[in-house]
């Protein structure tokens, strides 16, 4: 399956923090097509192996977040309308006037949020507060909408994935469905050729709420290594450049205190051998994502981090570069056929 059809099935799936069960559905039935060894754990991690445990290869862990940001219903009002709470870290400035999903055990109802017309709100620079979200799904009191919706059900904002000018891609949820994507393109690539590791793939959950998935996930592992991948800030006009990476520059490399520097110096090797277009990212501490926990799990797994280039992250329009996952994915599968050689 090409890049674009996998991530058109991620981002359509929905995967809240804490309630990614549709999308660990999708991912899963994505990654059988690679292995029969797939299971769900019991905190929604989706997790497979590929290879033979008795080969004495060494084993890498490929790792991508499933979750998704959003919202989680925390009150119902005397009219009907839904108070709500985040579920990781969503953008507070884009709440007004959205066209909103909520989920619920019996299917999906439509809502917007509501926000005051431009005649009579009397500071329309505010930002609204989480707090003063209220969602309208057209119900007038508590009661009816009490027999459709309960506490605790999740909200995503809605857009569906979209193509924009040549190979660039928005939606809601590319953050990490654009990861899940490069690693299953990954095993594309690697359909069929000898490599030099035994591969055990993790989509983790929870990360918006504190890389929970993965450290748990992690501390069952048997890898020896670890290559993480995310998305990380591309650089728009608002932003300063040198704390960016460029859409359709390729993979960014992490150089980190967190990050094995060997791990990191033969991704850059392999990306100079094989003409994939890299770019390196600089962090000065942790890196903000799932890496952070695996690397300390399990007495240590030596691990690195590959991202992806995304403008206009944790919004409902986050957009890539199926470029530069496809550079992700190629730098994946030449580490794993490679080994360390250049270490």
């Known amino acids: 399956m090409e890049i674009e059809k996998m991530l058109e099935k991620l981002c359509g799936s929905t995967g809240v923090s804490g309630a990614e069960s549709e999308a660990a559905k999708t991912a899963s039935e994505l990654l059988s097509a690679y292995t029969n060894d797939v299971q769900t754990d019991n905190f929604?991690?989706?997790?497979?192996?590929?290879?033979?445990?008795?080969?004495?290869?060494?084993?890498v862990m490929l790792e991508a977040h499933i979750d998704e940001i959003g919202?989680?219903?925390t009150y119902i009002d005397e009219s009907g309308f839904l108070k709500v709470g985040s579920c990781g870290g969503t953008d507070r400035r884009?709440?007004?006037a959205q066209t909103v999903t909520v989920h619920t055990e019996n299917g999906d109802i439509r809502g917007v949020i509501c926000t005051l017309p431009p005649h009579v709100a009397t500071d329309s620079s505010k930002t609204m507060k989480t707090d003063e979200i209220a969602v309208d799904i057209g119900c007038t009191s508590r009661g009816s909408a009490e027999k459709?919706?309960?506490?605790?059900?999740?909200?995503?904002?809605?857009?569906?994935?979209?193509?924009?000018?040549?190979?660039?891609?928005?939606?809601k949820a590319i953050d990490d469905r654009a990861g899940v994507a490069a690693v299953l393109y990954a095993l594309e690539l690697l359909k069929d050729r000898e490599t030099a590791y035994n591969i055990e793939v993790l989509f983790a959950s929870q990360?918006?709420?504190?890389?929970?998935?993965?450290?748990?996930?992690?501390?069952?592992?048997?890898?020896?290594?670890?290559?993480?991948?995310d998305?990380?800030?591309?650089y728009t006009p608002d932003a300063k450049k040198h704390h960016c990476g460029e859409m359709g520059k390729g993979a960014m490399i992490g150089i980190s205190p967190v990050l094995d520097r060997k791990i990191s110096n033969?991704?850059?090797?392999?990306?100079?051998?094989?003409?994939?277009?890299?770019?390196l990212e600089i962090m000065s501490s942790r890196t903000g994502t799932d890496a952070d926990s695996i690397c300390v799990s399990?007495?240590?797994?030596?691990?690195?981090?590959?991202?992806?280039?995304?403008?206009y992250m944790h919004t409902p329009v986050e957009v890539v570069d199926i470029e530069d996952i496809r550079a992700v994915s190629r730098l994946m599968a030449a580490f794993i056929t490679g080994g360390e050689k250049n270490v």
């Open 44 to 59: 929604g991690c989706v997790s497979g192996f590929i290879g033979d445990r008795n080969n004495g290869k060494p084993v």
């Open 71 to 73: 919202f989680i219903v």
């Open 94 to 96: 884009l709440y007004p």
């Open 148 to 171: 459709l919706v309960s506490q605790g059900d999740r909200i995503t904002i809605d857009n569906k994935l979209s193509k924009l000018i040549g190979t660039r891609y928005t939606a």
């Open 207 to 229: 990360e918006e709420v504190g890389c929970r998935g993965a450290q748990i996930a992690s501390f069952r592992s048997k890898a020896d290594i670890a290559l993480a991948t």
């Open 231 to 234: 998305v990380s800030f591309a």
């Open 266 to 279: 033969e991704l850059k090797a392999l990306s100079e051998e094989q003409h994939i277009p890299y770019q």
């Open 298 to 311: 399990h007495g240590g797994i030596r691990t690195g981090l590959i991202s992806i280039p995304e403008k």
